[in-house]
């Protein structure tokens, strides 16, 4: 079946750690998107990727880190440098010709211990 | 600054009526926008994407206007049952186009028997 799995669903990180977070997708789309959710809230764009081996900042990248070594993988790594690192993190994807919908992840919960 | 923004409190409404969700923005000129419906703890899914050529869109019962001289979408759920009860998000990409996917902080709809 098609679609994007993030992994893990749930994941404590103690103070000071990096942590990375995995999104995979099977749908041969371009475009890869991180985004941040705290409760009640709206998404909040971190990072984004129309291509492999190139990715933009989004309005809340400080603290964060990604890659986009394949066009099926966009890693987003947590670092000790993100002050309030306690989310629900989606990951999502879309083809590139534009005017597309967008896939989501179901998500994974970080939670600093 | 740019600003998506769309009605913070929660709609309640009776079952069988119209809901009417709003999304202004400011400092965009985007290309194209959608509506994604959120559940808690999940990714958001896609509903409905409507042009910048485009007034109004439908699909079964849900229709979506786009005026960009307001600057303002509207989304309706005609005949509303308690399983439209979600969080409704719009999404507007970067100015000119492109995939920057950037969503607004949703509206709670609760449908009430």
């Known amino acids: 079946d098609g679609g994007i799995t993030q992994s893990p669903k749930y994941l404590f990180r103690k103070e000071g750690q990096n942590v990375t977070l995995s999104c995979e997708q099977n749908?041969?789309?371009?475009?890869m998107y991180w985004y941040r959710q705290d409760p009640g809230q709206g998404l909040r764009l971190i990072y984004y990727?129309?291509?492999?081996?190139?990715?933009q900042k989004g309005d809340i990248a400080e603290g964060y880190s990604v890659s986009r070594e394949k066009k099926e993988s966009f890693p987003l790594t947590v670092t000790s440098a993100q002050k309030n690192p306690t989310a629900f993190y989606l990951c999502?994807?879309?083809?590139?010709?534009?005017?597309?919908?967008?896939?989501f992840g179901q998500g994974t919960r970080l939670t600093v211990v | 600054s740019q600003k998506i923004e769309q009605n913070s409190e929660a709609l309640n409404i009776q079952e069988g009526k119209t809901a009417t969700l709003t999304c202004n923005y400011t400092?965009?000129?985007?290309?194209?926008l959608q509506w994604y419906r959120q559940d808690p703890g999940r990714g958001p899914v896609f509903l409905l994407l409507?042009?910048?050529?485009?007034k109004e869109k439908r699909k079964e019962r849900l229709k979506v206007t786009f005026d960009t001289t307001l600057k303002q979408s509207l989304f309706h759920i005609t005949a509303s049952q308690p399983a439209d009860s979600a969080t409704y998000l719009c999404?507007?990409?970067?100015?000119?186009?492109?995939?920057?996917?950037?969503f607004g902080t949703g509206t709670q709809l609760k449908v009430e028997l």
């Open positions: 990727s129309q291509i492999v081996n190139d990715f």
């Open positions: 409507i042009r910048e050529n485009e």
């Open positions: 999502a994807s879309s083809s590139h010709r534009g005017n597309t919908e967008a896939f």
């Open positions: 400092n965009y000129s985007p290309a194209y």
């Open positions: 999404a507007l990409d970067g100015t000119g186009g492109g995939n920057k996917l950037t």
């Open positions: 749908l041969n789309h371009d475009a």
